[in-house]
């Protein structure tokens, strides 16, 4: 970083680090990794400023709010750096490419109509009518008795 002073030309100290930081999530057990740039600068006071990036955006430390990218869940732990290239058996290989599905005809387009179930309907319909007609009976039996 650069910063021009009445005619001075101030060059602050600073570097850039890669990590790459594992993770696991403790509800659907999944486990990815993510490459961060670490840009460590100077502030001019002394102190060391930390700026964690991910393909060249801003981004918070690693160690504040990661989410699954399988399922969205927040429970994460992470591993000290390097650690899956330890243990390769905690890796999930790579799914396969799916194979093309098969592309089978339509069958052709008819305006008939589709045959109703007539079993279905007179199963269904018949004590349906059968009840509402029982109902209509009491209704004008209790009618009768009033009047």
Sequence with gaps: ??????GVVLVRDGFDTHQLWPYE???CWHVWEVRYTVRRLDDGHGNTVEVWLRNGVTVQPPWAGTCCPGCGAVQVTSFPPGYLSRHPELVSA?????APAPV????PVTSARAP??????????????L??????????LAVAHVG
Excluded: Q
């Design 131 to 140: 009840l509402a007609g029982f109902e209509l009976y009491l209704v004008v």
């Design 1 to 6: 970083m650069v910063i021009r002073y009445r």
């Design 94 to 98: 790579a799914e396969p490419d799916p």
């Design 25 to 27: 999530c403790l509800c």
């Design 104 to 107: 089978e005809p339509l069958p």
């Design 116 to 129: 109703r179930p007539r079993r279905l309907l007179l199963g269904l319909g018949v004590p349906v009518l």
